[in-house]
């Protein structure tokens, strides 16, 4: 009676475990279950993504024509000034010196072209006595030459002496201009964006201008050059709306308007790209030179377009076994059983594809994942919890 018992026992165990183990030991525990999604009409925007830094549409630098001492500044960093203001001053004294050189130097010339006026005044009258001499045959014909000459002398004289004011005019024209230069005004109304000089500081203009200010022309109105690799170029276009953010307020999105796609390429870390000119309103100057703009530029719109999951195209079921698929492809349940169904697709903002034909109904549902559900997993849980007697 204890050995029956003993072999009761032992075969119940034996029948536990093969519940519990068996099937799925064989392979028929194992049960697939699909995640899907449906197919929907919805807005799609497909977008291109780059990175761009926000500047004024117009700088200019300000710099010195003439070389000298800072004397005055009357602007600093972020001032606000108007065309032809008055903004630093380089100390005029040398040039002034050399106005008044050059002034006394025009008044020397013209004294020298009256002289040479009066000179041949005085040639003239005695070569017109020499002429009446000579008719009259009371002096030779060296006597008449010779006042020719001197008369000829004396209007190459009047020349020397024009050419020399004129001369004179020019130099006295170009300290005076050396003078208003010491002026430093500004060309554009706009608001000072950097200050590179100080009061007392030597500037020289003898190879180039040197920049000493920098003014940023109606902050209200800026831009973002944006760089598009090659790959996305081709989408873009002038008059394409944008869409971008900045560090400084990232709960906040701004929008722009493509003004200009340059062909000019440049190579960065071995990726062609294109600079992307964008133009950005700012009336409330939030943006400010020099920001880096994380930019989006929707290069096509759709309000109501028939569109998918882009995750139903990256799956594929782990049990099939069929011919290989080509084209576009996504899987709906049919029977329990994810069938293929071949699509031609639209555009896509990365979270849906737009379909635009194929064999896909509205009414479908594409499957987008799978799990597995297997009477192993239960047993191992059981297991967990304690020994089943």
């Known amino acids: 009676m204890k050995k029956k018992k003993t072999v009761l026992i032992v075969l119940a ?8 183990f068996g099937r799925n030991m064989f392979g028929k525990g194992e049960k697939l279950s699909y995640e899907t999604a449906p197919v929907e009409r919805r807005a799609i925007e497909a977008h291109v993504t ?19 001492t800072i004397k005055e500044i009357y602007v600093d ?42 000179t041949l005044d005085d040639a003239k009258r005695n070569l017109n006595r020499q002429k009446m001499l000579w008719d009259r045959d009371l002096i030779a014909r060296s006597d008449l030459d010779s006042a020719q000459t001197e008369y000829d002398l004396a209007v190459a004289g009047v020349s020397e002496a024009e050419a020399n004011v004129y001369q004179t005019q020019a130099a006295l024209k170009k300290v005076e201009t050396d003078l208003s230069y010491t002026r430093i005004c500004s060309p554009v109304n706009g608001i000072v964006v950097s200050r590179d000089v100080d009061v007392g500081q030597t500037v020289a203009a003898s190879f180039q201008t040197p920049t000493l200010f920098t003014i940023a022309q109606d902050l209200t109105k800026m831009q973002i050059e944006t760089s598009v690799d090659e ?22 999105v701004f929008s722009g308007t493509i003004k200009q796609v340059r062909i000019a390429s440049s190579v960065q870390e ?9 133009d950005v309103a700012n009336p409330d100057l939030k943006l400010k030179p020099g920001m880096t703009a994380n930019v989006t530029i929707i290069t096509e719109k759709k309000d109501d377009a028939v569109a998918v999951p882009s995750a139903a195209f990256r799956y594929r079921p782990s049990n099939y076994t069929g011919e290989t698929l080509h084209g576009k492809v996504v899987w709906v349940l049919e029977n329990g059983s994810p069938v293929p169904k071949n699509v031609k697709t639209g555009i896509t903002d990365g979270t849906y594809v737009e379909i635009l034909g194929g064999d896909l109904k509205e009414t479908d549902r594409v499957v987008i994942s799978e799990s597995t559900n297997s009477s192993s997993n239960s047993a191992k849980k059981s297991n967990r919890m304690g020994p089943p007697f």
């Open 13 to 20: 165990a034996a029948a536990v475990c093969f519940a519990l």
């Open 50 to 68: 780059a990175s761009g830094t926000v500047s004024a549409v117009t700088t200019v630098d300000v710099g010195t024509q003439v070389s000298g």
């Open 77 to 118: 960093y972020n001032s606000v000034v108007k065309k032809g203001q008055l903004i630093a001053l380089i100390d005029p004294s040398t040039f002034e010196a050399q106005v008044e050189q050059a002034k006394a130097n025009l008044m020397q010339a013209r004294a020298s072209l009256q002289k040479a006026k009066a």
């Open 231 to 252: 790959a996305d170029i081709g989408d873009v276009r002038e008059g394409q709306n944008v869409t971008f953010t900045v560090d400084a307020y990232p709960d906040a």
């Open 270 to 278: 071995n990726v062609v790209t294109y600079p992307v000119i964008v």
